[in-house]
T-cell receptor, first 115, second 109 residues
C-alpha cells in the first residue's frame, strides 16, 4: 500500500485555469505538508497543516489554498494559474509528537505544466 | 537569514567512497536530515542526526557537528543505483524543515 499518494501525477493546463491536486496518507500522521520543487530542484515549503492549525508560508500567493477535509487528506487548489507555477508539487506527512516533528514521508509528486 | 549549503554536483566511481558535505546557518536547531531523491521521484528519508557524532546505517553514514554547523553523508561501496540527488535539511527552532538545494551525485563505472 502506498503510504502517501497524490493525484494526478501529471497535470498540463492553460494559464488562467483553476486546478486541484489531491493528497492522501494512510500512515495515521497528524501533520501534512505541501512543497514546491522548481526547475533548480530546490524544495520550498508552502503549507503545513495538522489537527490544530494551518501554517501558511507568507511567500505563497493567495491563489494557492490548501483544503483538509480530514487529517488523512490535504488537497491543494490553485486559482488563475500562471506560467511560474510550473513545478513539481510534493505532498508529505509526518507524526508530530509533543511539538517535535518526526521524519517526513513524501508522495510521488505532481508535475504541473502551465502553458 | 537561514541558509543550507551543499555542493551542486559530485562525481564518484562505482565501488568507491564519497562524502557529501552540508553546512548550515539556521535560527535554532532541532536535528538534521538527509534525503535521497532519484530523478523524477520523491525524496526518501536516509538519516537523522540531532546529537554530535556519527550515525551508521549500512553503507550510509551521517556525521554531525553542531558547534561547526556541519554535517556530511558518507556513502561506501558505491553502486550505480546510488546516482541521485542528496538533500540536506535542518529543522529550525519552529520545527520547520529548511532544505538545501541538493547535491547531484553521478556514479561512473
Amino acid at each position: 500500500d502506498t503510504a502517501v499518494s497524490q493525484t494526478p501525477k501529471y497535470l498540463v493546463t492553460q494559464m488562467g485555469n483553476d486546478k486541484s491536486i489531491k493528497c492522501e496518507q494512510n500512515l495515521g500522521h497528524d501533520t501534512m505538508y505541501w512543497y514546491k520543487q522548481d526547475s533548480k530542484k530546490f524544495l520550498k515549503i508552502m503549507f503545513s497543516y495538522n489537527n490544530k492549525e494551518l501554517i501558511i508560508n507568507e511567500t505563497v500567493p493567495n491563489r494557492f489554498s490548501p483544503k483538509s477535509p480530514d487529517k488523512a487528506h490535504l488537497n491543494l487548489h490553485i486559482n488563475s494559474l500562471e506560467l511560474g507555477d510550473s513545478a513539481v508539487y510534493f505532498c508529505a506527512s509526518s507524526q508530530e509528537r509533543a511539538g517535535v516533528t518526526d521524519t517526513q514521508y513524501f508522495g510521488p509528486g505532481t508535475r504541473l505544466t502551465v502553458l | 537569514g537561514q541558509n543550507i549549503d551543499q555542493p551542486t554536483e559530485m562525481t564518484a566511481t562505482e565501488g568507491a567512497i564519497v562524502q557529501i558535505n552540508c553546512t548550515y546557518q539556521t535560527s535554532g536547531f532541532n536535528g538534521l536530515f538527509w534525503y535521497q531523491q532519484h530523478a523524477g521521484e520523491a525524496p526518501t528519508f536516509l538519516s537523522y542526526n540531532v546529537l554530535d557524532g556519527l550515525e551508521e546505517k549500512g553503507r550510509f553514514s551521517s556525521f554531525l557537528s553542531r558547534s561547526k554547523g556541519y554535517s556530511y553523508l558518507l556513502l561506501k561501496e558505491l553502486q550505480m543505483k546510488d546516482s541521485a540527488s542528496y538533500l540536506c535539511a535542518v529543522m529550525d527552532s519552529n520545527y520547520q524543515l529548511i532544505w538545501g538545494a541538493g547535491t547531484k551525485l553521478i556514479i561512473k563505472p
